[in-house]
Every structure is written in structure tokens, then in C-alpha cells.
């Protein structure tokens, strides 16, 4: 008798050489202590990610999430993505059911070279590697070059998805002030020169420059410019990453660092999440040839490959599509829906707060008064079926409990005004409570701040947009 057939007699009535089920329950001390001993010393750093955590309940209908960082995937033209699988199925259908080499399919390669071409960065196919999806970039680059303890310059706040990959490797990430001209490069070199004193040289600086997740911002071009001569300087890696940039709705673009630094320094990730689907899981990273290699092994030892059928799909899309019409499209669709959360947040958001003016990317960065907790407002706010991502998410200090990310991308803009209205509400509960117990209005309003775009403003907070202001006056 096999064990399949244990398996099928085990689905009738208890018989001889039956195979029963392990009894399943409540986790009891002892079951936490049985497995406690084999987990990895890395696994008591690990942080489970905001997003994730909140995917569940997002996923319910009533729920207006304007918390995940999801592209408009719905305005794909399901006629298109018909035509591109019908198309792959009947030409490549054996390629797409195969292995495919680490670095990538050429003629997946040739779309990258073709994004980035748009980007203005010119890139040879020799010098990348595809991916699942930009987030495996994060980690197959922490992967190669981080031991536990070593340091990590990252804004702040930082992707909240780069936080967890961070822990796993148990990493010392130092993050860096930002303000609305993205990150101050002027502290980040105080904080390395303080790193040098201590002994201590980062392996690698994270930056999102350009509509930055979480905050909305991007870096200044005087900023750009002085980071890559750092990274000369100092001889510093840095990861530049780079979802939004083909997302602009307003200004001029700004040179990649990949571009100002031709590859010596910079590492750059890039993804079709948010240009094409986040669904077929590819992204790409382009490195210098020995930081390459090592990702290249990484890479092996955690997939073998990233999808055929995948690369296949993006070729074959490529070759027949206007893509570049379908970025155009989502990018005026995702201004309308910014124009309107932020006319939304000026009508229902207290004027104790403020809020950064995205010129193009997914998200909005909201400050409260600090006396306010958004992981506890969220709690509250989900009571009222809306969700945002709390700010402590986004840092690995402690710091941005009184923010929020608020995304504009995955909903209309009916729910964009319900929910930010649903927000303001709690928002508004919470200073009235807090003027009740301490007999004092919430909040003085806040200082102006004077702009600068060579040194930036004067003070931490990146939001520079008041309550009430109005859409038309900007920041």
C-alpha cells in the first residue's frame, strides 16, 4: 500500500494504515517553545510590513483604501492583454514554460533598455539583471552587501516595503531628514563624517529621488549632483530607486543619478509595476560589473530565474503596443486623482495639519499634530471602512507617528474625497478630545518656512502646503 493510498482510504472511514491529520489549534506556550529554538538569530529582527498587514482588510468592499500604493490596474486594456497572451501562447508557449536564464531573456532586456532610453539613462543590456518585481532588487542588493550591523543611509521617511528587508538582514539604517527638496544632502554628509569618527562606513545609501515613496518629494538637481560626488568622493554605493519617474504630471524632468554618475556608483532598480502591471512581477537593476555578479548568485540561489512566461508577455507587448500612450494615459488619470485628494485634504483636513504637492508618483505625505498617533487614528479610521499607511511605517527610529502615507493612484475620485472626509473626521474626534483634556486649543498654527531649491527649508518637516490654501496656490 502507498502513502497516496493511505491518503485516499484517509478520506473515508477511519481504516487500517489510515494517515490522520495533525490535530490543529490555538498556539500554546509549549507549541512557541517546540519551534523557538530552530529559528534563525536574523528572524528576531524581522518586521512584517505595513502593507501586507493591512492587505486583508483593504481587500473587503466597503473599505476605501487609500492606503496601498497600487497602480490603476483596471484602465489596462483587457483587449490588449488578451491579444498579448493569445499571442504567446500560440508562437512561444514552450519558452514560456521554461527556464530562462538569471540574468534575463534579450529581447526583455531590450524593453528595459527601451524604458530607461525614456528616462534618458542609456544602458547596456551586459549590465543588468531582471527580477521579480523592484522589491527583489532591495533584497538581493541588501543580500550581497549587508552583514548584521552594517550601516544603511536611507531617507526619511524610507519606502515602507525596504523597512523589513532592512531588518531581515539585521542592518543599522541611518535615516536622513527631508524636506521638500528631497533628501538633505548636507546632513547625510554631517552623518557620514560622524560614521567615519565612529569607525563606521555605510555600504550602501537608499534613495528614492524622484516622487518619493512615501513622501511625494523629488531631489532638487543640486542635490543630485552633490550626492553622486559623495559617492566618488567617499567611494559609496548608492541604490537608486526608481518606480515613478515615467509618472510626472507637472515640471520639468530631473537627470537620474544613474545618469549624472554613468554607473559607477550608482546602482539603479527600476520596475514595470507601475508602468505596465504589478502582476507579472518584473523588475530590473543595473550595477557595477562585481556588485552584479554577486546579485547575479543571489538571484540563483532564490529563484533560479525570474518568469519566462512574464518576460515573454512584456516582449511581445512591447513590440505591437504604444506604451508609452498607455504611461500617458494612467499619468493624466493619476493628476485628476491627485488634484482631487489634495482639494479634498485642503476642505476636510484640519488646519493643524499639512501635506506635501506631489508633482507626479502615487502618494501624498500628511503631517498631524504630534500629539496624534496615526497607528491608533488608523484603528479608529478602519472602524469608519478607510485606511491610509501610518508614518511610523516608513522609518526605523520611531519617528512619524503623527503622519500618514495617503495614496491617490487605486481609487476614483468619489472615494478619494469619502475617504479623505472619513479621515478628516477622526482626525477632527482627536483634536477635539485632546482640546477637551487639556482645556487648550490642539495646536499653535505652524511657522511659515522659507524655500530654497539649492539648500531647502529650514526645519524637518517636508510638508510645506497648509490646510485651506487651496489647490491652486501649491506649496
Not at 348 to 357: D, I, L, N, Q, V
Request: proline letters at 7%; aromatic letters at 6%.
Amino acid at each position: 500500500m502507498t502513502i497516496d493510498d493511505d491518503l485516499t482510504r484517509g478520506r473515508g472511514a477511519p481504516g487500517r494504515g489510515e494517515i490522520k491529520p495533525m490535530p490543529r489549534g490555538p498556539s500554546t506556550t509549549r507549541d512557541l517553545e517546540r519551534y523557538a529554538g530552530l529559528f534563525a538569530s536574523r528572524t528576531r529582527g524581522m518586521k512584517s510590513s505595513a502593507m501586507r498587514d493591512l492587505m486583508a482588510v483593504i481587500a473587503r468592499p466597503e473599505v476605501i483604501s487609500l492606503a496601498g500604493g497600487l497602480p490603476d490596474t483596471g484602465a489596462f486594456p483587457k483587449e490588449t492583454l488578451a491579444a498579448v497572451m493569445r499571442q504567446v501562447a500560440m508562437e512561444s508557449s514552450a519558452e514560456a514554460l521554461q527556464y530562462g536564464p538569471t540574468e534575463g531573456l534579450a529581447g526583455a532586456k531590450d524593453c528595459i533598455v527601451e524604458v530607461m532610453a525614456a528616462e534618458g539613462i542609456r544602458a547596456d543590456p551586459d549590465d543588468m539583471i531582471v527580477t521579480a518585481g523592484g522589491q527583489q532588487v532591495i533584497d538581493l542588493v541588501a543580500r550581497a552587501l549587508i552583514d548584521p550591523g552594517d550601516v544603511i543611509l536611507a531617507e526619511a521617511p524610507t519606502y515602507p516595503g525596504a523597512v523589513p528587508v532592512f531588518s531581515s538582514y539585521q542592518a543599522d539604517v541611518v535615516q536622513i531628514e527631508m524636506d521638500s527638496d528631497g533628501m538633505r544632502v548636507d546632513v547625510m554628509e554631517e552623518t557620514l563624517d560622524r560614521l567615519d569618527r565612529e569607525g563606521r562606513k555605510p555600504k550602501f545609501i537608499y534613495t528614492i529621488p524622484t516622487f518619493q515613496n512615501p513622501g511625494g518629494v523629488t531631489m532638487s538637481l543640486p542635490r543630485r549632483r552633490r550626492l553622486v560626488e559623495v559617492a566618488r568622493e567617499r567611494e559609496l554605493l548608492v541604490l537608486e530607486d526608481n518606480p515613478y519617474g515615467l509618472l510626472r504630471y507637472e515640471g520639468v524632468p530631473v537627470p537620474t543619478l544613474r545618469e549624472l554618475d554613468g554607473g559607477l556608483y550608482v546602482m539603479y532598480l527600476g520596475t514595470f509595476s507601475k508602468i505596465l502591471s504589478p502582476g507579472i512581477r518584473l523588475g530590473w537593476v543595473l550595477a557595477p560589473p562585481p556588485v552584479l555578479e554577486k546579485i547575479n548568485l543571489g538571484k540563483q540561489a532564490a529563484d533560479l530565474c525570474s518568469s519566462t512566461l512574464s518576460q515573454l508577455m512584456v516582449i511581445e507587448y512591447f513590440s505591437g503596443a504604444r506604451w508609452r500612450d498607455y504611461v500617458d494615459s494612467v499619468a493624466e488619470r493619476y493628476r485628476a486623482r491627485r488634484d482631487t485628494m489634495l482639494d479634498a485634504l485642503a476642505e476636510h483636513f484640519p488646519a493643524e495639519a499639512s501635506w506635501t504637492h506631489p508633482s507626479g508618483g502615487l502618494f501624498i505625505w500628511a503631517t498631524l499634530p504630534d500629539f496624534i498617533d496615526t497607528t491608533d487614528l488608523l484603528a479608529r479610521a478602519l472602524r469608519d471602512n478607510v485606511a491610509f499607511v501610518p508614518g511610523a511605517a516608513a522609518y526605523l527610529d520611531g519617528r512619524g507617528h503623527n503622519a500618514m502615507r495617503l495614496n491617490f493612484s487605486a481609487v476614483d475620485e468619489a472615494d478619494i474625497r469619502e475617504g479623505v472626509r472619513r479621515i478628516g473626521k477622526v482626525v477632527a474626534e482627536q483634536l477635539a478630545l485632546y482640546g477637551s483634556l487639556t482645556d487648550q486649543p490642539a495646536a499653535p498654527p505652524a511657522p511659515a518656512v522659507e524655500e530654497s531649491s539649492e539648500g531647502g527649508a529650514q526645519v524637518v518637516p517636508m510638508p510645506q502646503r497648509r490646510s485651506g490654501e487651496g489647490r491652486a496656490r501649491g506649496t
